[in-house]
């Protein structure tokens, strides 16, 4: 059975820093495209940050105008983990984070194959 499971959110205050984790198991995820997407109450889904497989070991990254500069993606293949680290948090940024793969290349939209559960990130003073 495959999963992906997200972990780190929390309550932090403005200009706080979080890392969140998404752990897959169940298959490797080394040539799958890894995302990360987040969703307010009364709002859609929103992609903010994805990592394709390119060769070898390389890998691209792509970002949301909403969240560049401020959070970077990562991924340990070793760990068939994908990390979203978010810094200057901002009270808009609250919202379930979720993480998702599919094959091939990564999308900005909701076409993925596997999701995980959520994390809620809350930032308020």
């Known amino acids: 059975q495959v999963q992906l499971v997200e972990s780190g959110g929390g309550l932090v205050q403005p200009g706080d820093s979080l890392r969140l984790s998404c752990a897959g198991s169940g298959r490797t995820f080394t040539t799958y495209a890894m995302a990360w997407f987040r969703q307010a109450p009364g709002k859609e889904r929103e992609f903010l940050a994805a990592?394709?497989?390119?060769?070898?070991?390389?890998?691209?990254?792509d970002y949301a105008d909403s969240v560049k500069g401020r959070f970077t993606i990562s991924r340990s293949n070793a760990k068939n983990t994908v990390y979203l680290q978010m810094n200057s948090l901002k009270p808009e940024d609250t919202a379930v984070y979720y993480c998702?793969?599919?094959?091939?290349?990564?999308?900005?939209?909701?076409?993925?194959?596997?999701w995980g559960q959520g994390t809620q990130v809350t930032v308020s003073s």
């Open positions: 998702a793969a599919r094959r091939g290349r990564a999308v900005n939209t909701t076409s993925y194959d596997y």
């Open positions: 990592t394709t497989w390119a060769l070898g070991t390389t890998y691209t990254a």
